[in-house]
């Protein structure tokens, strides 16, 4: 299980830097970028912890995930 646990930490922490990278080099907004790839990963950490570990998604954990995507919908308007 800590071998899981620590493909799973490194994964993430490339998707995490990786997205900040291309979206920087698609030309995207420095400000926002951070925002949209730290919601991003969030959402995929929730469900990465729910399939693989078996994790209860809770009302505040739901409650996250909508805040990140309505931060996410008002920062891209």
């Known amino acids: 299980m800590q071998r899981k646990s620590r493909c799973f930490r490194l994964i993430s922490l490339f ?31 929730l469900f990465i912890g729910y399939f693989a570990y078996h994790d209860q998604i809770t009302a505040v954990k739901v409650a996250g995930i909508a805040l990140c995507t309505a931060g996410i919908i008002l920062i891209t308007k």
């Open 15 to 45: 998707l995490s830097e990786a997205g900040y990278l291309f979206a920087y080099r698609a030309g995207g907004n420095l400000s926002t970028t951070n925002l949209l790839s730290s919601s991003l990963v969030v959402v995929a950490l």
